[in-house]
């Protein structure tokens, strides 16, 4: 490179020339307007500009990382990468430099501190730079937002489940606590950090379920009437106001479960067609009546709880040899309890070379139940 006849305002050196565009004013390279000597230059040059420390904010019982405002969910064995990915963000590399390489070498010194040795190099003014420098890297310890909700028993809204005229089975409270937690899951997994079970308690009369949002209640609440059948009701509690004002309300869904289960065998008021085995309780009430083995559904009105008295369920049901088969609508069976033979009504679903047959003995008589597999 030639010399011009510039002379360096430092020292007094001549100062090389240098192409028109390098020398011309750059707002992002204030540097390229000062013609300083070689010397003087790399006197002042900083290649990269790092911080004496820094420290990663993790969560001490999720394991989630702070970066900004909000917490991220890494799911990481150790945090080297972690202080890496801060590193980089930290350091900032002069704009001089063209041609910018680097590499990291990170350095376990104990359980909560990494030391990131790092190599630059570059081209500045034609001449290869290097440069190492240390950040010590410190794993601090703190709690996120969701698990400090969730330490202090936040939630926005409550699921109760109820029953009409009876209790909850425990099958029906055991498949909600599933439902709650497979939402909560499928929330988690698109992101949501604010998705998460508060507390699940079974009180005598159901179950009561507190949930962080609003939204995974609603949804909590119509999957187990999806199921089940029954009603969904909301209301608003005024809970709090937030920093700005605005006033923050809880929502209790209340879903109220039908009076009758499938597989429970019930005697329809002013009906003389027969017990009815419950099949559904999923809009209006459907069944199969235990006198023909035609199907039932209840009327519009009737809805999913007609009037009814309950006779028994199918696990009372017990097992009874068949003596004949009388003719199209009879069949005769022994009497599970007194052994004594019995002509009673055959419905179309009994197979007529069936050796043996289930029934229902109650106050309404006896009666043979359909196969297990008929049932929806």
């Given at each position: 490179m030639s010399e011009?006849?510039?002379?360096?305002?430092?020292?007094?050196?001549?100062?090389?020339?240098?192409p028109p565009e390098e020398s011309a004013a750059d707002p992002l390279r204030p540097s390229a307007s000062v013609d300083l000597c070689q010397s003087c230059y790399f006197d002042?040059?900083?290649f990269v500009d790092a911080p004496d420390t820094l420290e990663v904010l993790v969560c001490a019982r999720c394991g989630a990382v702070r970066r900004g405002n909000r917490?991220?969910?890494?799911?990481?064995?150790?945090?080297?990468?972690?202080a890496i990915d801060a590193v980089t963000e930290a350091?900032?590399?002069?704009?001089?430099?063209?041609?910018?390489?680097?590499q990291v070498d990170p350095e376990h010194v104990d359980q909560n501190?990494?030391?990131?040795?790092?190599?630059?190099?570059?081209?500045?003014?034609?001449?290869?730079?290097?440069?190492?420098?240390?950040?010590?890297?410190?794993i601090g310890r703190g709690t996120c937002t969701r698990c400090g909700?969730?330490?202090?028993?936040?939630?926005?809204?409550?699921?109760?489940?109820?029953a009409a005229d009876r209790t909850p089975t425990a099958t029906e409270i055991d498949r909600t606590k599933e439902i709650a937690n497979a939402v909560v899951a499928e929330m988690e997994a698109t992101g949501d950090r604010n998705a998460f079970v508060t507390e699940m308690g079974e009180v005598d009369d159901g179950l009561n379920i507190k949930l962080s949002t609003t939204k995974i209640g609603k949804k909590v609440a119509n999957k187990v009437r999806e199921e089940f059948g029954g009603t969904v009701s909301d209301s608003e509690t005024l809970v709090t106001e937030d920093e700005d004002g605005n006033e923050v309300y809880r929502?209790?869904?209340?879903?109220?479960?039908?009076?009758?289960?499938?597989g429970e065998v019930i005697d329809l008021a002013d009906d003389d067609d027969g017990p009815v085995l419950v099949r559904s309780a999923r809009g209006n009430l459907k069944g199969v009546r235990l006198r023909t083995g035609e199907r039932y559904e209840a009327s519009y009105e009737e809805g999913i709880a007609p009037e009814a008295r309950r006779l028994g369920t199918r696990d009372d049901g017990e097992e009874t040899t068949v003596v004949t088969v009388e003719d199209e609508h009879s069949i005769q069976v022994l009497d599970p309890e007194t052994y004594e033979a019995k002509t009673i009504a055959r419905?179309?679903?009994?197979?007529?070379?069936?050796?043996?047959?289930?029934?229902?003995?109650?106050?309404a008589g006896l009666h043979v139940l359909p196969p297990e597999e008929s049932d929806e």
């Amino acid at each position: 490179m030639s010399e011009s006849r510039a002379f360096c305002p430092r020292c007094g050196d001549p100062v090389p020339d240098r192409p028109p565009e390098e020398s011309a004013a750059d707002p992002l390279r204030p540097s390229a307007s000062v013609d300083l000597c070689q010397s003087c230059y790399f006197d002042d040059f900083e290649f990269v500009d790092a911080p004496d420390t820094l420290e990663v904010l993790v969560c001490a019982r999720c394991g989630a990382v702070r970066r900004g405002n909000r917490w991220v969910d890494i799911d990481a064995d150790d945090y080297t990468d972690v202080a890496i990915d801060a590193v980089t963000e930290a350091l900032s590399v002069h704009v001089d430099v063209d041609d910018v390489a680097w590499q990291v070498d990170p350095e376990h010194v104990d359980q909560n501190t990494i030391r990131m040795h790092c190599l630059f190099t570059g081209l500045v003014r034609d001449e290869p730079v290097d440069e190492t420098v240390v950040v010590p890297v410190t794993i601090g310890r703190g709690t996120c937002t969701r698990c400090g909700r969730i330490a202090g028993n936040y939630y926005a809204s409550i699921v109760q489940l109820r029953a009409a005229d009876r209790t909850p089975t425990a099958t029906e409270i055991d498949r909600t606590k599933e439902i709650a937690n497979a939402v909560v899951a499928e929330m988690e997994a698109t992101g949501d950090r604010n998705a998460f079970v508060t507390e699940m308690g079974e009180v005598d009369d159901g179950l009561n379920i507190k949930l962080s949002t609003t939204k995974i209640g609603k949804k909590v609440a119509n999957k187990v009437r999806e199921e089940f059948g029954g009603t969904v009701s909301d209301s608003e509690t005024l809970v709090t106001e937030d920093e700005d004002g605005n006033e923050v309300y809880r929502v209790t869904f209340a879903v109220r479960l039908p009076p009758y289960v499938p597989g429970e065998v019930i005697d329809l008021a002013d009906d003389d067609d027969g017990p009815v085995l419950v099949r559904s309780a999923r809009g209006n009430l459907k069944g199969v009546r235990l006198r023909t083995g035609e199907r039932y559904e209840a009327s519009y009105e009737e809805g999913i709880a007609p009037e009814a008295r309950r006779l028994g369920t199918r696990d009372d049901g017990e097992e009874t040899t068949v003596v004949t088969v009388e003719d199209e609508h009879s069949i005769q069976v022994l009497d599970p309890e007194t052994y004594e033979a019995k002509t009673i009504a055959r419905p179309a679903y009994v197979d007529p070379e069936a050796e043996t047959v289930p029934v229902l003995k109650s106050r309404a008589g006896l009666h043979v139940l359909p196969p297990e597999e008929s049932d929806e």
